[in-house]
């Protein structure tokens, strides 16, 4: 799978590990999205083979039959929601809880 990094707000100290903007896997395509129903960042399946798909028609047909995956599809991996996710801003990376910036820390490698 792909790489992630640590992230660690400077106001309230809360940390996440995730991929801190748009990844790709071997099969899976995550993105960083904010839940504000977990108060948590958090990584979403947005895709497959390196490409990003807004609509779950076009994700089937691209991936075949593999109804397993699909059930988090542009949801929230922990409530399965989507309409408490906001885009992670790369740039600006508001935490979740507070509204402070999240500073990167290290890589961690995933080894799948
Ligand atoms: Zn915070
Ligand atoms: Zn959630």
């Known amino acids: 799978m792909g ?12 940390t996440e590990v995730v991929s801190g903007g748009k990844d790709c896997g071997m099969f899976a395509v995550v993105k960083t999205f904010n839940c504000y ?5 958090v990584d979403v399946f947005v895709g497959v083979f390196g490409k990003e798909y807004k609509d779950i ?36 990376r508001p935490c979740p809880k507070c509204g402070g910036k999240m500073q990167k820390g290290k890589e961690i490698l995933l080894w799948d």
């Open 3 to 14: 790489t992630k990094y640590q992230f660690t707000c400077r106001q309230c100290g809360y």
């Open 37 to 41: 129903n977990c108060m948590k960042t």
């Open 57 to 92: 028609a076009n994700l089937k047909k691209a991936m075949g039959t593999t109804k397993e995956i699909i059930k988090d599809f542009r949801k929230c991996p922990e409530c399965l929601k989507s309409d408490c996710l906001v885009e992670w801003n790369s740039k600006r």
